[in-house]
């Protein structure tokens, strides 16, 4: 999850492993965050359809319903993918 300035926080230890691994909180990583981040806002308030587009799910979401995976540890996920979401008509218009 995302806290401001472009910082992540960890919700538990796998995520602050995550964090670490992937170096998410470099400070390459932290400023290109935060430049989307006011760049997004600015475009939010200035034309919101753009941002509407800009924060909107990809038409081509995969049916996780149909992949099949060595070492799936929770397949029963793929029941509230967000294609399904889609289909069911409970996908949000964005992220």
């Given at each position: 999850m995302s806290s401001g300035h472009g910082r992540i926080d960890a919700l538990n230890f796998e995520?602050?492993?995550?964090?670490q691994v992937l170096r998410l909180d470099s400070g390459k990583n932290v400023r290109d965050r935060c430049r989307w981040m006011r760049a997004l806002g600015a475009l939010r308030m200035s034309d919101p359809d753009l941002y509407q587009e800009y924060m909107a799910f990809p038409e081509d979401l995969p049916d996780l319903r149909t992949k099949r995976v060595p070492e799936n540890t929770r397949p029963a996920g793929a029941v509230n993918c967000y294609f399904?979401?889609?289909?069911?008509?409970?996908l949000p218009a964005a992220y």
């Open positions: 995520g602050e492993k995550f964090k399904v979401l889609r289909e069911r008509g409970e």
